[in-house]
């Protein structure tokens, strides 16, 4: 199964805003609001940022925030910061009661 | 609080079959709101979804793998396993377990055990 869409990296400075996109089909994003999106640093286990589009697990910082528009899901670091560097990555609910992830956005503070 | 820890063979050969153990605590495997999942990651690459058991029995996997794949459950030792037959080097990965509580949505990962890597090889 083909894996979702994303750039393979983003850069900003701190302060700046960046959004990492992840484009799927009607059978995933565009048929469900059921996206989330992890933060991995190297060598690390994934951390949930993101769910169902837009809500924020507690303890996950305001900076964060996610949105939807037809097959595209998108996630939102505003007033980025050293330690957003990362790897981040989105994932959606797809037809058949399966999950597919995205390729992952490498996400660089200049 | 959830926690998960995996365990098993950190090496197995070709056409065997990787086995692997997610021990749970801080919750029970036959709590009906969460659901139990199983990721991995090849080297340097990104987060690639293997299946997922709910306590009643209920499994869905990957399309990609079902064919060669089990998900199963132990009520009385609160762990939930994995089974991948006829492996090859592809199958070389970090394997994560994985638990959806908070939400109990099975597609939202708020758990991760530690990971544990397992390479095929001969």
């Known amino acids: 199964q083909s894996a979702l869409t994303q750039p393979a990296s983003v850069s900003g400075s701190p302060g700046q805003s960046i959004t990492i996109s992840c484009t799927g089909t009607?059978?995933?994003?565009?048929?469900?609001?059921?996206v989330s999106w992890y933060q991995q640093y190297p060598g690390k286990v994934p951390k949930l940022m993101i769910y169902d589009v837009r809500n924020r697990p507690s303890g996950v910082p305001d900076r964060f925030s996610g949105s939807k528009s037809g097959n595209t899901a998108s996630l939102t670091i505003s007033g980025l910061q050293a330690e957003d560097e990362a790897d981040y990555y989105c994932?959606?609910?797809?037809?058949?009661?399966?999950?597919?992830f995205g390729g992952g956005t490498k996400v660089t503070v200049l | 609080q959830v926690q998960l820890q995996e365990s098993g063979p950190g090496l197995v050969r070709p056409s065997q079959t990787l086995s692997l153990t997610c021990t749970v605590s801080?919750?029970?495997?036959?709590?009906?709101?969460?659901?139990w999942s199983w990721v991995r990651q090849h080297p340097g690459k990104g987060l690639e979804w293997i299946g997922f058991i709910y306590y009643g029995g209920y499994t869905s996997y990957s399309p990609s793998l079902k064919s060669r794949l089990t998900i199963s459950v132990d009520t009385s030792k609160n762990q939930f396993s994995l089974g991948l037959n006829s492996v090859t080097a592809a199958d070389t990965a970090v394997y994560y377990c994985?638990?959806?509580?908070?939400?109990?949505?099975?597609?939202?990962?708020?758990?991760w055990g530690q990971g544990t890597l397992v390479t095929v090889s001969s």
């Open positions: 994932s959606s609910y797809r037809s058949g009661n399966t999950l597919v």
């Open positions: 009607s059978s995933d994003i565009g048929g469900y609001n059921y």
């Open positions: 994985a638990s959806s509580t908070s939400t109990s949505a099975w597609y939202v990962f708020d758990y």
């Open positions: 801080g919750g029970t495997v036959s709590n009906g709101a969460y659901y």
